[in-house]
């Protein structure tokens, strides 16, 4: 009888799952054409497509030399990275939450943004900026390093001693940033450091694309398939390990999968706050807490949410350009403070 009962349940959720994702696809993919319509130059959506078309060999394009790389050049290549960005940043948030059991998990919890922001500064500071991804990402990964080693340390890589360590290498990252920045920082350097740390997608160019792309495909997506080892962590490790789940591999790969992951995406944005925090939760009231869906569902909202807060971020106060990281924290915190509450009353 409750086998019966749960076949119709599981098959509705699927049903919504699948609903939901039809839906988030399509609204992606008319928020990348929409979002490139908007700035200084407006553009029409069909002029867009034919644009993009005929740099793909499919037709001619109906823009002037200007209006087309202003298409192909400068906003294409930023939207796109803005969704890669956001889909990595909320696959990585919604692995972090599972793996620690914790709610307020965020794609930087193990320190990779201040360790990605440290490597960042290094060669801002000595003039090799285009060097900056290769630094970024290589900060990200020396402090997922260092927070593992810490807790296998203080007596082994458990959720709380991961998380107590993350804070700890992330707080010591952060003072050395500080401390070099205070040092050694002056002008242009200055500007373009604090640009970096608030998040900012104005560099994007086809070579932003092809890392965060190459990252989602080639880590993100496989972790996509990960959703039910995730859910027997929800209820402990020895739950898991006695479905199964070979909890230390497990862990380790996913870790490294998410600091693979969010270092690729800090090396092309910058340190930016709270997509991996609060779509995960978000997604959640309306699909539910099972990973197969809600890892595929959370990349899909991410992409949108960061793809438009970036489009905010340059339009809203037109000539002048905030960093996207600015954007994100101010609608972040309090929708994640309406996300807590409905929780709670529930």
């Given at each position: 009888?409750?086998?019966?009962?749960r076949?119709?349940?599981?098959?509705?959720?699927?049903?919504?799952?699948?609903?939901?994702?039809?839906?988030?696809?399509?609204?992606l993919?008319?928020?990348?054409?929409?979002?490139?319509?908007?700035?200084?130059?407006?553009?029409?959506?069909?002029?867009?497509?034919?644009?993009?078309a005929?740099?793909?060999?499919?037709?001619?394009?109906?823009?002037?030399?200007?209006?087309?790389?202003?298409?192909?050049?400068?906003?294409?290549?930023?939207?796109?990275?803005?969704?890669?960005?956001?889909?990595?940043?909320?696959?990585?948030?919604?692995?972090?939450?599972?793996?620690?059991?914790?709610?307020?998990?965020?794609?930087y919890?193990?320190?990779l943004?201040?360790?990605?922001?440290?490597?960042?500064?290094?060669?801002?500071?000595l003039?090799?900026?285009?060097?900056?991804?290769v630094?970024?990402f290589?900060?990200?990964?020396?402090?997922?390093?260092?927070?593992?080693?810490?807790?296998?340390?203080?007596?082994?890589?458990?959720?709380?001693?991961?998380?107590?360590?993350?804070?700890?290498?992330?707080?010591?990252?952060?003072?050395?940033?500080?401390?070099?920045?205070?040092?050694?920082?002056?002008?242009?350097?200055?500007?373009?450091?604090?640009?970096?740390?608030?998040?900012?997608?104005?560099?994007?160019?086809?070579?932003?694309?092809?890392?965060?792309?190459?990252?989602l495909?080639?880590?993100?997506?496989?972790?996509?398939?990960?959703?039910?080892?995730?859910?027997?962590?929800?209820?402990?490790?020895?739950?898991?390990?006695?479905?199964?789940?070979?909890?230390?591999?497990?862990?380790?790969?996913?870790?490294?999968?998410?600091?693979?992951?969010?270092?690729?995406?800090?090396?092309?944005?910058?340190?930016?706050?709270?997509?991996?925090?609060?779509?995960?939760?978000?997604?959640?009231?309306?699909?539910?807490?099972?990973?197969?869906?809600?890892?595929?569902?959370?990349?899909?909202?991410?992409?949108?949410?960061?793809?438009?807060?970036?489009?905010?971020?340059?339009?809203?106060?037109?000539?002048?350009?905030?960093?996207?990281?600015?954007?994100?924290?101010?609608?972040?915190?309090?929708?994640?403070?309406?996300?807590?509450?409905?929780?709670?009353?529930?």
């Open positions: 009888m409750r086998s019966a009962a076949m119709p349940s599981a098959r509705r959720d699927r049903g919504l799952a699948l609903a939901w994702g039809i839906v988030l696809l399509v609204a993919a008319g928020s990348v054409v929409t979002a490139i319509c908007f700035g200084a130059a407006d553009l029409r959506p069909d002029e867009v497509l034919r644009s993009v005929s740099h793909l060999g499919l037709g001619d394009s109906p823009l002037n030399a200007l209006r087309d790389g202003i298409v192909w050049e400068l906003r294409l290549p930023r939207v796109l990275t803005a969704a890669a960005v956001g889909a990595g940043l909320a696959i990585s948030g919604t692995v972090m939450q599972a793996l620690t059991r914790n709610a307020l998990a965020d794609p919890l193990l320190g943004s201040s360790g990605a922001s440290l490597g960042a500064v290094g060669v801002l500071l003039g090799l900026g285009i060097l900056l991804p630094a970024a290589a900060g990200a990964f020396a402090a997922l390093i260092a927070t593992l080693l810490l807790a296998g340390a203080a007596g082994g890589v458990t959720p709380t001693r991961t998380v107590l360590a993350g804070v700890a290498v992330s707080a010591l990252a952060s003072a050395v940033t500080s401390l070099v920045i205070f040092w050694s920082a002056t002008g242009d350097s200055f500007r373009e450091i604090l640009a970096w740390l608030l998040g900012s997608l104005a560099g994007s160019t086809w070579t932003t694309v092809a890392i965060a792309g190459v990252a495909l080639v880590v993100g997506v496989p972790v996509l398939f990960s959703g039910g080892a995730l859910d027997s962590f929800a209820f402990g490790d020895a739950t898991a390990s006695a479905l199964g789940v070979n909890v230390t591999a497990t862990r380790w790969v996913l870790l490294a999968a998410t600091a693979l992951l969010t270092g690729a995406m800090v090396s092309v944005s910058g340190s930016i706050g709270f997509i991996g925090l609060v779509l995960p939760h978000a997604v959640r009231l309306l699909t539910g807490s099972r990973h197969r869906a809600l890892l595929p569902l959370s990349a899909l909202a991410g992409a949108i949410v960061l793809l438009w807060a970036d489009t905010a971020a340059r339009t809203l106060f037109d000539p002048r350009e905030l960093p996207v990281g600015i954007v994100t924290a101010i609608v972040g915190a309090p929708v994640f403070a309406l996300l807590l509450a409905r929780r709670r009353s529930a």
